[in-house]
């Protein structure tokens, strides 16, 4: 990769950058066929490697997703404004530019860009399962994984299997319950879900999960802001007629741990899982950020964390806005066309697995600060696109 390449990039695109899609595969599940991708390339792998059910965003960091998985999947690419043939990993770009890039405040705190965000894309209902705590990810060298769902109407045109997640147990569940149900991993469905509380997906709203809250995600399309780690430990091992091994649920336990079923219990934040108020403290109904009479709108749709956040920005029909924040920000175009500062824009319809597209962005601190001008060429639909952010927005709202 040649630094010139990058800079070149940075300065087409006066500060913001075009990425390509960035689609993975997964074993698990079935795809919901939502992610705009055409039909005959839901298997580009070949059927071993499992259908394509997510797209990531702005992300610096590798899957973890078996042996056969390519050393760059997951990782984001940037293509030249002029020439779209012309690519270069989003990482080499953070790195070659830094603070240019991403702020002085993420360089010094993580020297990197510290979150990416993803469509994760399922007919059938995931497994019941806790992204670890920080005291639990350290012992394998590894950080926490606190996470936002929003559920964004424009790409939920089904509602797939099962339109309802479930979040931590019910409070009147007690830890030797749950005990039990591990205790039977190996030898019949746990169905873990029985001790668990169900919430019926609502689209155009949100959810926070911090690591150590078990759950398991309903059908919708979700758009999911996270930091940027993977670390999982599987409690629910048959759903909608899958079953997993006990590897899925210690893959992320220390090696003399796995066996230890109180050690893999303390995983839990208990407290937080069988929170009476769980809806209360982590349901995210959208927030006003910002607007204009008659031309545009935008809401915080992931906020009240320390970690992550996110925007849903309306820019209505045959309308200019010039949009400022206060830190650098990925962004992904989900209806709509028109321009996204220099770029021509547009939400993508079909996408072939490979090819270029004009709906995704990444926008440097000094570019938000300035305000990028966004202009909706429609006379009829609006401009809509979500916008993912790192912990050094000051804006976010604390609850």
Request: aromatic share 12%; hydrophobic share 35%.
């Amino acid at each position: 990769m040649s630094n010139e390449l990058v800079h070149q990039a940075f300065e087409e695109g006066e500060g913001i950058l075009n990425l390509v899609p960035n689609f993975v595969p997964r074993r698990f599940g079935e795809p919901g066929f939502r992610l705009r991708l055409h039909p005959d390339d839901y298997y580009p792998f070949g059927l071993k490697r499992g259908a394509i059910k997510e797209r990531w965003f702005s992300s610096v960091v590798q899957t973890i997703n078996g042996d056969d998985a390519p050393e760059d999947e997951g990782l984001s690419y940037v293509a030249l404004r002029s020439d779209s043939n012309s690519r270069f990993l989003f990482k080499d770009a953070v790195k070659e530019l830094g603070a240019d890039l991403i702020g002085d405040q993420l360089i010094k705190e993580h020297g990197t860009w510290p979150m990416f965000a993803k469509f994760f894309d399922y007919k059938t209902p995931l497994f019941h399962h806790i992204h670890l705590m920080q005291k639990h990810a350290e012992l394998i060298g590894k950080m926490a994984k606190p996470e936002a769902y929003y559920f964004p109407r424009q790409l939920n045109n089904h509602g797939g299997e099962f339109p309802v997640t479930y979040f931590g147990f019910d409070p009147s569940v007690t830890l030797d319950e749950v005990k039990e149900r591990l205790l039977q991993y190996e030898a019949t469905d746990n169905r873990i879900t029985e001790l668990s509380r169900a919430f019926r997906i609502q689209l155009g709203t949100g959810w926070y999960v911090p690591a150590g809250i078990i759950h398991a995600p309903g059908s919708y399309l979700t758009y999911e802001p996270q930091l940027n780690s993977d670390v999982n430990s599987v409690f629910e091992n048959v759903v909608s007629a899958d079953h997993y091994s006990y590897d899925f649920l210690v893959e992320n336990v220390p090696e003399d741990k796995q066996r230890d079923v109180d050690f893999i219990l303390s995983l839990l934040d208990w407290e937080k899982n069988t929170d009476p108020e769980f809806k209360k403290h982590y349901f995210r109904p959208p927030v006003e950020s910002s607007s204009e009479d008659g031309i545009y709108e935008e809401k915080w749709v992931a906020y009240g964390n320390e970690y992550i956040a996110a925007k849903e920005l309306t820019v209505l029909p045959g309308q200019i806005a010039t949009i400022k924040d206060s830190s650098a920000y990925g962004c992904i175009i989900i209806q709509g066309h028109g321009k996204f500062g220099a770029y021509d824009a547009e939400a993508a319809q079909m996408i072939r697995f490979g090819q270029m597209t004009s709906d995704e962005f990444f926008v440097s601190e000094e570019a938000a600060k300035k305000g990028v001008v966004i202009a909706n060429h429609s006379l009829r639909e609006p401009l809509v696109i979500l916008k993912h952010f790192a912990s050094n927005n000051k804006d976010v709202p604390k609850s």
